[in-house]
């Protein structure tokens, strides 16, 4: 099959797709439970084969792109709110230069104690999932604050009268 023919033909599936998602994933389901046997015995054979892969590979992803897992962490968090907004792949570094290497709050080096990425207004407060509404704290400031006010949370701290 060429280049171009199996183009054509993942083009046409997509478009199918887009169609008929719904009664494609009902005739999976069903192939599924009418054939548990197979897809236990694919995964089975797959994990012989593979014993740590799967775990190797994704907590060595996880380790070498900690900021992006961040990211992307906060992004499906805020979808899965309906908060909208989704925050840019460099907003840690960004804001890294911008505080320099301090926390928002307590003003330690976020070098030694790692950061949080942080909604000054939380989520669950009306927030917006965007660059505008975040801030780097140490992990401590952040578990802190938790759903507060940023006002009053701030006021706790001795920062605001």
């Known amino acids: 099959m060429s280049f171009a023919s199996k183009e054509k033909a993942r083009a046409y599936r997509a478009a199918y797709y887009a169609e008929n998602k719904e009664r494609v994933k009902k005739s999976i389901a069903a192939w599924r439970a009418r054939n548990p046997e197979k897809v236990k015995g694919y995964l089975d054979k797959w994990r ?3 014993p740590t892969r799967g775990r190797d590979y994704s907590s060595g992803y996880r380790k070498e792109n900690s900021e992006k897992v961040k990211i992307n ?12 907004g989704k925050l840019s792949p460099d907003i840690a570094s960004r804001l890294f230069a ?10 330690k080096s976020l070098k030694k104690t790692g ?3 942080d909604h000054i207004v939380p989520l669950i407060r009306g927030g917006k999932n965007e660059d505008k509404n975040i ?3 140490c992990p401590k400031c ?5 759903g507060k006010d940023p006002i009053r949370f701030m006021q706790e701290q001795g ?3």
């Open 48 to 50: 012989e084969k593979n």
């Open 73 to 84: 962490n906060k992004n499906r968090h805020a979808r899965k709110k309906g908060s909208g």
């Open 98 to 107: 911008i505080q320099k290497g301090k926390c928002s709050v307590c003003k």
């Open 115 to 117: 950061f949080h990425l």
């Open 135 to 137: 801030q780097l704290t």
């Open 142 to 146: 952040n578990t802190k604050k938790g």
């Open 159 to 161: 920062f605001l009268l």
